[in-house]
């Protein structure tokens, strides 16, 4: 069969801690330089501006049918000022709190009591910049954390092909990630808390020369017309590793629960409990096929 049109979603569940400050996570999620906006369940919108942490309520108007809404507020964010996909994050997030309402009717739920964040994308092919992965990660209060890679390009060709390039794309290992550099710095930062104390003076001398690496390798993916105001790095290719992107998406959730043990008192002499940070976790595609050919 021929596919003339079509799209995979990955999506993963995994355990992150229990919280009950929604705007207080907001801002420190945008705080960890990662997340580039984060929309709460008051439709409260926050976002990174200039390295500052912004925000703007918003007021969502749902239609009869829930097939669309209205936004009242995004015109008091001086969007000239930001990257494009920081704008695209705000988009996706919107439409993601749109997809619950459709889908779930939230009237109180658990999936009413969750932040929608937008990291900005990962490119996973060295020869195409065209192709890269949006990350959308919802965090529940009751503990769960999914992350979304959105694929916002379209697959046309034989049906092997995609089910082997698209569909099974978790089950193989890439070795050229090019991801925001903030990331990368964020997951070095996680892991100098993880050695023990007597350790932890050396592991930062790595830890600082693997950024000083990085920050020669950094580098802007060649969209026409897109304004991208970020530092970008290939870390899988700079540092001679690979990943998959459910190991990225495990990544992502530790952030998360990084960002929620952080205000928790803990003996800094000891070590941070690595395992603690990586939950039960559970992955599935989301398969989209709009036109084929029999």
């Known amino acids: 069969m021929e596919i003339t049109d079509a799209a995979v979603w990955h999506n993963y569940t995994i355990s992150t801690p229990t919280y009950s400050d929604s705007e207080d996570l907001a801002s420190k999620l ?9 929309l709460t369940p008051s439709n409260k919108l926050y976002y ?45 997030c919107i439409n993601m709190r749109l997809s619950q309402e459709k889908v779930m009717h939230l009237q109180g739920g658990f999936f009413s009591n969750s932040i929608i964040g937008s990291i900005k994308p990962f490119f996973i092919d060295p020869n195409d910049d065209q192709r890269y992965l949006f990350p959308m990660v919802r965090v529940y209060e009751i503990g769960i954390t999914q992350v979304t890679f959105m694929d916002d390009g379209t697959y046309e060709g034989d049906i092997k092909e995609f089910i082997d390039e698209r569909v099974n794309m978790p089950l193989r290992k890439l070795n050229y990630i ?56 290939d870390y899988a290719g700079a540092l001679k590793l690979e990943d998959s992107i459910s190991d990225i998406a495990r990544h992502i959730a530790a952030i998360v629960s990084y960002t929620l043990k952080k205000g928790k008192k803990y003996n800094k002499l000891s070590k941070l409990d690595r395992d603690s940070l990586y939950g039960y ?14």
């Open 30 to 38: 945008i705080e960890t330089g990662v997340f580039s906006s984060v």
């Open 48 to 92: 990174s501006n200039k390295g500052a942490i912004s925000n703007q309520e918003l007021q969502l108007e749902y239609s009869h049918d829930f097939l669309g809404l209205t936004v009242t507020g995004l015109k008091n964010i001086d969007l000239d000022d930001l990257c494009d996909f920081t704008k695209a994050g705000f988009m996706k």
């Open 178 to 233: 090019t991801s925001p550099f903030s990331y990368v710095k964020k997951h070095l930062d996680i892991e100098s808390e993880c050695v023990n104390y007597a350790l932890r003076h050396n592991f930062r001398k790595i830890k600082e020369a693997y950024i000083s690496l990085l920050k020669s390798e950094l580098k802007t993916p060649n969209i026409d017309s897109l304004n991208l105001n970020e530092e970008y790095v």
């Open 281 to 294: 976790w559970q992955g599935k595609p989301n398969i989209f096929v709009f036109e084929h050919e029999n």
